[in-house]
Structures are given as C-alpha cells and as structure tokens.
T-cell receptor, first 110, second 115 residues
Framework: DAGVIQSPRHEVTEMGQEVTLRCKPI?????LFWYRQTMMRGLELLIY????????DSGMPEDRFSAKMPNASFSTLKIQPSEPRDSAVYFC????????FGSGTRLTVV | AQKITQTQPGMFVQEKEAVTLDCTYD???????LFWYKQPSSGEMIFLIY??????QNATEGRYSLNFQKARKSANLVISASQLGDSAMYFC????????????FGQGTILTVHP
C-alpha cells in the first residue's frame, strides 16, 4: 500500500501563474479530501468528494480555486491565478474509516 | 455545525512522564468519531487514535489513550512515558454523521518533551 500520493512536494511560483496540485488516493477509498494548512487559519477543509462527486466545496476560498476528480484514482486542485496569500501546505486525504493523509504540497507564491 | 477546541497552545513534559492534551468538542450529531493526529516538524499527518461516540471503552493504542467523557464532550489524549520523539504538534479532529463525512480540526497543541 503506497498510501496517499501527492505531487509536487514543493512548488514555488510567481503571482498570477496557474498552479496544479495532484493527488492519488489509496486504492478502494471512495472519499477524498483537500485541506489547506496555514499558521493563521490552521487546517481547513477546502472540498471533499465521495465516489468522484464533489459533496461540499464550501471551503473553497474563491473562484480562483477549482478541484476535479475525473476518476477514483486521481484528483487535482487548481489555483488560477495564484496569489501570495495562497502560500500554504495543501494536504490530500482519503477514507473511509480512518483518514490517511498524503505528505502534502508546500506551495509558495512569490 | 461541528467545533473542536484545543485550549493548550503549548505543553511541556519531562521525558518518561505522562502528559494529557485537552480537546473539547461540540456537535449535534448523535453519531460521531474523534481522532488524534500527530504532526512532527517534517510535516506529515500521522494518525494516532480513534474513538467512536458509541464505543463503550476508551480507546488505547500503545502509549496513547483517549480519555473520552461524553457528557462533558471531551476527548483528551494521554501519552504515557513520553519520549523525545513525541515532540510535535498534536491535532484533535471530529467526524460527524456518515463515515465519509469531513474531519473538523482543532487548532493544535505543540508538545515539547524535555530530556
């Protein structure tokens, strides 16, 4: 079991650029969650999917953020255009039962 | 709405001593789950222990135990025989309703273990 796989581990980009974060959940897990972690706001849920369908996207900060899950083994979180305040660690997690987190993507927007 | 409160921003403990990290929660769901995660300085989120709201006994996993007091809506984590490697951020989290529901996290407690 390879766990939840996120890529890239680190991303540095310039303000205004498009950023795409990727996640491969654990095989057989039918729920997938995207979290953002910052010092100021802690861990906050952005969006989650069940059986590839978005269930709750109320945490997505604004229209610059979008997420897709085209199949059971892949999800993307896209920020376009990126801003410095988007700098954070983005985690992907999958379940059911116990939630397993990926290693996270540390995004820095300069 | 679900809410998790961790009132201890930082805690210190001597190596080999026990430490309790506090967590209180609020939910209207009759069925829920409570989780503790450890986040070391390397950044990964490590699952420690789980307690279901209908579980009759407090959960234990090795040196970790969860002191679940349902009436008081508290789910404190007890770490026995602290080790230097226990120094990390600890998060309490709750899942309400269905098993694929979202996790709501507390603000975390930074634990420092002194030799």
């Amino acid at each position: 079991d390879a766990g939840v796989i996120q890529s890239p581990r680190h991303e540095v980009t310039e303000m205004g650029q498009e950023v795409t974060l990727r996640c491969k959940p654990i095989s057989g897990h039918n729920s997938l969650f995207w979290y953002r972690q910052t010092m100021m706001r802690g861990l906050e849920l952005l969006i989650y999917f069940n059986n590839n369908v978005p269930i709750d996207d109320s945490g997505m900060p604004e229209d610059r953020f979008s997420a897709k899950m085209p199949n059971a083994s892949f999800s993307t979180l896209k920020i376009q255009p990126s801003e410095p305040r988007d700098s954070a660690v983005y985690f992907c997690a999958s379940s059911p039962g116990l939630y397993t987190f990926g290693s996270g993507t540390r995004l820095t927007v300069v | 709405a679900q809410k998790i409160t961790q009132t201890q921003p930082g805690m210190f403990v001597q190596e080999k001593e026990a430490v309790t990290l506090d967590c209180t929660y609020d939910t209207s769901d009759p069925s829920y789950g409570l989780f503790w995660y450890k986040q070391p300085s390397s950044g990964e989120m490590i699952f420690l222990i789980y307690q279901g709201s209908y579980d009759q006994q407090n959960a234990t996993e090795g040196r970790y135990s969860l002191n679940f007091q349902k009436a008081r809506k508290s789910a404190n984590l007890v770490i026995s025989a602290s080790q230097l490697g226990d120094s990390a951020m600890y998060f309490c989290a709750m899942r309400g309703g269905t098993s694929y529901g979202k996790l709501t996290f507390g603000q975390g407690t930074i634990l420092t273990v002194h030799p």
